[in-house]
């Protein structure tokens, strides 16, 4: 059985390149379970999908604990510790990261061996308000490391998981797929091994935590506790982050920090400011803002001017 995860951020289409890759296994004619997994987050958020595939019945459920291959969409999710990136891997688990980055210094910088395939940025004009969404890219780039699906197969996918947005969407990410899944064959001397069945037997229970059936404040006393949101820095998972012009800003706050998912804008002296702690990075804002006085900057960028201003200053 082959067992596939995605790893990106809810906006970068995981979801949609697990579809993708799911189908073209079933036009091969495997057995598939596809599954994406998210939780109350939104665009900027971990996220993760996964995929089984065999010839035969698929009886496994549940969340893939021991991946064969390891897709990741954004290589700064691997440092990440909850987003999960190398839980369960194996010293045969495949991954498959987008990164400009090589393999060698991936390998390097984990201490790992596993085979590590890098996906070069493609360098696609993208809209800075949007995150890069690479979902066709991905699963083609993962159809061709996986070695046992077709070109026919993976056009055949897009063309019944993206069919309805339209031919202009649907030849972009065909060629987009297509593309990753040449470069992949080309280039990438590895192909992914399918783990064997798993037994039940030795299988053991997840570390979960037991809520007893009570009312909700004592059993989930964690979640209703005061404060303790503040404790997760969301401002970790951003790539791109929003930075507001105060000379554009015509100080309508009601607007951004009321569209703010995350409520992490305030208002101090009659003007928004971002708490960058904890600011995800979902661009909600920038979408939003009226006079376009919040622009979207890649994180390094910003991290790098925030950096020289300290230095200025000190
Ligand atoms: S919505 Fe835009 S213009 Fe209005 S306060 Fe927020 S940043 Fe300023
Ligand atoms: S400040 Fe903007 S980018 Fe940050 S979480 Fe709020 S809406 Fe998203």
Redesign the pocket.
Known sequence: MFRIRFHGRGGQGMKTASRILGTAFFLEGYEVQDAPRYGAERR?APIFAYIRADRKPINERGIIAGPDLVVVADDSLVPLPAAGVLQGIREPTVILLKSCESGATWRQRLNIKNPIVTLPETGEAEDSAELRYIGAACAGAAAGVLGIISRESLAQAIQEELGRLGEAVLAKNRANALASFDAIKKSAAVNVTEGGSIPAQPYKRPAWIDLPFEDARISAPVIHAGLTSVEVRTGLWRTMA?VIDYSLCRGCWWVCST????G??SVRDNQPV?DYDH????????AQCPSHAIAAVPEKEEQARKKAVAGEAS
């Open positions: 900027g929003p569209f703010c998912p995350d992490v804008i971002i600011c995800k990075g979902c661009l909600v804002c920038v």
